[in-house]
C-alpha cells in the first residue's frame, strides 16, 4: 500500500480515535452531571421541612395515664429537618395502601385506626402534619409511591426512634429502641380491616371517606376489593408469623420474620406440593390426601408464589369446602414449621447511633459492614417490613442479579423486581453517619455523683471494658469494634443466635446454586440454610434497579447507589474480634452463635436490656439471674415485670416496671430468659485461676452513676 494512503489512514484512526474519546468525555460529563444534579436536589429537598418543635405534640391522658409536654430532642448530632427527613422517608415499605389506612376505623368504635390515642396504645410516636407528613402520621410511618399506586410502610423511625418521660417532660430520642409493639398493632390492623370488610354500616363509612379523595379509587367496588384483599393479606401474615413466646413492647423477632417472607416468596410449586404431600400428622399418618394438595394447589404458577396465592393457599388448607382439608390452627403451625419458621427469638430494637462506625451489626454480628454490607443488610430490612416483592422468573440470557445471586447455572432466573428503594436506603445510611448518641440530661434527669462517677469509671475498667470499649462519641474517625462472645460462654438466652445459623427452608430456583461462605462455596440443596437463601436474595435485589422509574433514570440512580455506598463507607472489611467459634466447612456460621460486646455510649435511653429485652434497669442487669440452689434472701434480677410505660426511672436507670398493667414480662421460657452476662454480679474463677468477688452494693451504684455518664 502506498505511503501517503497508510498516512491517510492513520490520520483518519486518530481523528476517530479523537472523536470517540470526545464523544464518552461528553457522555460521561452528562452522567456526572445528571448524578451532581441528583447529589444536589436530593440534599436540598432533605431540608425543606423545618418544623422547630420536629412535629412532637404533647398527649394528655394516653397509655397507662401517661401524659406528657410537646417533647424536647438533646443535641444528637441532628438539625430539625434532619429528624423529619430521617422519620418520614420511605424504604420501599408497603403495608397498606394509604388512602384506605387514612380511612380505616378501628374494630369496634367510628374512630380512626390512625388515631394519636390509639397510635399511642401501640406506643408508636405521635406528630403533627408537617411538610412531609400532611396527615399527621405517627413517627415511622410514611407514603410509599409504587407502580402507581400510594401505600402506608413503615420507616426505619418506627422501630429506631425512642422517648423517655420523666414527671410530665418527655425527650425523644433520635435513633433510640423504639417502646413500640409491631404484632399487636399487625394484630389490631387485622382486626379493623375484618370488621370493615364484615360490618356493613362501617364499610360504607369507610368507602365514603375514601372516595372523597383525589386518589388511585374510582368506584366503590374497588374500595371492597382492596379491604377484602388486604384483610386476607394481613391475617395470612400474622397466621404464618405466629409464635408461642409473646413479645409486648419493645421486641420483634425481625430476622424471624424476615426470614419466613423470603422463603414464601422463593419456594416453587413443585416444592410447596413436596411439602403437603409428605406432611404427617403425631400419629404419623398424611396430613392432606394427593386430591387435597391438587386441589389446594390448582392454577398456582409453577416457578414462583406471589402474595395472591401464598393467600390462597392458605385459605384453601384452612376451608372445609368439598375437596379441601379444613385444617385446624395446630395442623396449620405444624405445616409453617415445615415450610417456614416459628419467629420465636424476640429481640429489642437496636440502637442506631454509631451503626455506620461499627465493624459489625445485628446481635450477632451477622452482617459486615464493610463495601456494600450496610446497603444488603437495610435491603434485608425493607422486605422484613412489607416491601413489594413482584419477582418474576425470566428466560435464559445474562442477567447481573441473577448472575451476583448465584443463578448463573439455572435455566431460568428469578428477577428480582421490587418496591425497595436503593437511593433513599443509601442516603439513610449516609445521613445516620451523623448520628451521635444522647447525653444524659442532668438539669431533667439529675445531676452526677461525681465521687460515684470516679468509683463507677474504675469498675468499668475492671468489669467492662475488655468487651465494651470506651470511644469518642463525636469524633468523624471513631471506630466501634464488636466483640464477639460465644452463646455458651456468655450464657444469656441462644434462642436468636441459634436460630439465625439452624433456621431452613426451601431454596426454589436456588436449589444447586453456588454461594459464597466464608470457608468456601457452599451447593444449596432443597433445604438450606435461612441465612443462605436471604444472603442470595437481597444480593439479588441490591443489584436490580428500580423498576419504578424510567429506563435512563433507574441506572443511573442504581450507579449512584452503589458508587456512593463504597466510596461512602469507611469502614474496611476485618475479622471479628473476640471469643466465638469458628466457622468450618461442616458448620460454616457456627461464628453467629456469639453476641457482641459494643461501646455503651447513650446507654441510659436504651432500655430494657440485654439483647432479648429481659433485664428492666441498668441496676438490675448488674444483679445475679437466680439460679437453683441461690439463697432465697439474695437480691436478684426481677423474674416478671411490666413493660409498656415510658415513665423513666433515673435512679435505677431504666422505664417504670409496676404500678401499671403493660406487658408481664416473664423470663422462664426460653426466647425471654434473663440469665448470663453476669460480671462483676457473681463471684467467677478467671482462667489463671485467680478469684473474682462479686460488687457490693455500694459498687453497683457507683457502676451504674459512671454508664450515665457515656
Keep these: 500500500m502506498p505511503l501517503p494512503h497508510l498516512l491517510r489512514l492513520l490520520v483518519f484512526g486518530i481523528m476517530a480515535a479523537r472523536y470517540r474519546l470526545k464523544l464518552l468525555a461528553i457522555v460521561g460529563l452528562v452522567i456526572v452531571a445528571l448524578l451532581g444534579v441528583t447529589f444536589i436536589s436530593g440534599k436540598v429537598y432533605q431540608h425543606l421541612d423545618r418544623d422547630p418543635d420536629r412535629g412532637a405534640i404533647a398527649l394528655?391522658?394516653?397509655?397507662?395515664?401517661?401524659s406528657y409536654n410537646t417533647p424536647i430532642y438533646l443535641d444528637q448530632g441532628w438539625s430539625a429537618a434532619d429528624t423529619l427527613w430521617y422519620y418520614n422517608t420511605t424504604q420501599g415499605s408497603a403495608l397498606l395502601p394509604y388512602d384506605l389506612f387514612l380511612a380505616l376505623e378501628q374494630k369496634n368504635s367510628e374512630e380512626l385506626f390512625r388515631s394519636d390515642h390509639n397510635m399511642d396504645r401501640y406506643r408508636y410516636l405521635p406528630q403533627k402534619p408537617t411538610f412531609f407528613n400532611p396527615h399527621g402520621l405517627p413517627v415511622g410511618f410514611a407514603k410509599e409511591s409504587y407502580q402507581g399506586t400510594d401505600y402506608v410502610g413503615f420507616t426505619c423511625a418506627a422501630c429506631h426512634?425512642?422517648?423517655?418521660?420523666?414527671?410530665?417532660?418527655?425527650?425523644?430520642?433520635d435513633g433510640g429502641p423504639a417502646?413500640?409493639?409491631m404484632v399487636g398493632f399487625l394484630h389490631g390492623l387485622e382486626a379493623?380491616?375484618?370488621?370493615?370488610?364484615d360490618i356493613p354500616a362501617k364499610q360504607e363509612r369507610i368507602i365514603d371517606r375514601v372516595l372523597v379523595e383525589d386518589n388511585d379509587y374510582d368506584k366503590r367496588e374497588a374500595v371492597i376489593e382492596d379491604i377484602t384483599h388486604w384483610a386476607d393479606q394481613i391475617q395470612m401474615y400474622n397466621t404464618v408469623n405466629h409464635s408461642h413466646i409473646d413479645y409486648g413492647y419493645a421486641r420483634l423477632d425481625a430476622f424471624g420474620r424476615i426470614y419466613n417472607r423470603v422463603l414464601r416468596h422463593v419456594v416453587n410449586r413443585e416444592q410447596l406440593r413436596e411439602l403437603l404431600l409428605t406432611t404427617v400428622k403425631p400419629d404419623d399418618q398424611l396430613m392432606l390426601t394427593e386430591a387435597q394438595v391438587d386441589r389446594v394447589l390448582e392454577g398456582l404458577d409453577p416457578a414462583l408464589i406471589d402474595d395472591r396465592d401464598f393467600t390462597q393457599v392458605v385459605q384453601r388448607l384452612q376451608s372445609r369446602e368439598e375437596g379441601l382439608p379444613g385444617l385446624s390452627q395446630r395442623d396449620m403451625l405444624r405445616l409453617r414449621n415445615q415450610l417456614l419458621n416459628e419467629p420465636n427469638a424476640p429481640v429489642s430494637y437496636p440502637f442506631l447511633w454509631d451503626i455506620t462506625h461499627s465493624d459489625y451489626v445485628q446481635w450477632n454480628g451477622l452482617a459486615g459492614n464493610a463495601e456494600l454490607g450496610p446497603l444488603g443488610r437495610n435491603v434485608g430490612e425493607v422486605i422484613g417490613v412489607f416491601a413489594k416483592l413482584d419477582w418474576q422468573v425470566k428466560e435464559p440470557g445474562f442477567s447481573l442479579s441473577g448472575w451476583l445471586s448465584g443463578q448463573d447455572n439455572k435455566q431460568e432466573r428469578i428477577e428480582f423486581t421490587s418496591s425497595i428503594d436503593l437511593v433513599n436506603l443509601q442516603r439513610l445510611e449516609a445521613?445516620?453517619?451523623?448520628?451521635?448518641?444522647?447525653e444524659w440530661p442532668q438539669e431533667i434527669l439529675g445531676e452526677?455523683?461525681?465521687e460515684k462517677v470516679a468509683l463507677g469509671r474504675r469498675l468499668y475498667a475492671r468489669h467492662c471494658q475488655s468487651c465494651h470499649q470506651i470511644i469518642e462519641p463525636k469524633a468523624w474517625d471513631r471506630v466501634a469494634i464488636s466483640d464477639m462472645t460465644d452463646v455458651d460462654v456468655l450464657g444469656t438466652d441462644p434462642t436468636m443466635a441459634y436460630n439465625s445459623v439452624n433456621y431452613k427452608g426451601y431454596s426454589g430456583n436456588f436449589k444447586n446454586t453456588y454461594q459464597k461462605t466464608t470457608v468456601g462455596p457452599l451447593v444449596l440443596e432443597t433445604r438450606a440454610p435461612a441465612i443462605q437463601i436471604l444472603t442470595s436474595v437481597t444480593k439479588g435485589a441490591v443489584s436490580t434497579p428500580d423498576a419504578d422509574k424510567s429506563w435512563a433514570r433507574r441506572r443511573l440512580d442504581w450507579f449512584y447507589v452503589l458508587g456512593l455506598s463504597w466510596f461512602e463507607n469507611d469502614v474496611k472489611y476485618s475479622v471479628k474480634a473476640g471469643h466465638y467459634r469458628p466457622d468450618t466447612t461442616s458448620r460454616p456460621y457456627d461464628s453467629l452463635l456469639a453476641y457482641k460486646g459494643r461501646p455503651l455510649n447513650g446507654i441510659w435511653a436504651t432500655a430494657p436490656y440485654l439483647h432479648n429485652g429481659s433485664v428492666p434497669t441498668l441496676y438490675d442487669l448488674l444483679?445475679?439471674?437466680?439460679r437453683e440452689g441461690d439463697p432465697e434472701e439474695g437480691e436478684y434480677r426481677p423474674k416478671q415485670f411490666q413493660v409498656g410505660s415510658r415513665e423513666f426511672d433515673p435512679v435505677k436507670v431504666g422505664f417504670r416496671t409496676e404500678g401499671y398493667e403493660g406487658f408481664t414480662q416473664t423470663t422462664h421460657r426460653l426466647g425471654d430468659q434473663n440469665t448470663g452476662h453476669e460480671y462483676g454480679a457473681r463471684e467467677i474463677r478467671l482462667p489463671n485461676g485467680d478469684v473474682r468477688r462479686a460488687m457490693t452494693e455500694?459498687?453497683?451504684w457507683a457502676l451504674v452513676e459512671y454508664l450515665k455518664t457515656l
Design 60 to 66: 394528655e391522658n394516653g397509655a397507662f395515664g401517661e
Design 161 to 173: 426512634t425512642g422517648q423517655v418521660n420523666y414527671q410530665g417532660h418527655a425527650i425523644r430520642i
Design 179 to 181: 417502646m413500640a409493639d
Design 192 to 197: 379493623a380491616l375484618t370488621a370493615a370488610r
Design 431 to 438: 445521613h445516620l453517619g451523623r448520628l451521635t448518641s444522647p
Design 448 to 450: 452526677f455523683d461525681p
Design 623 to 626: 444483679l445475679p439471674s437466680r
Design 698 to 700: 455500694e459498687q453497683r
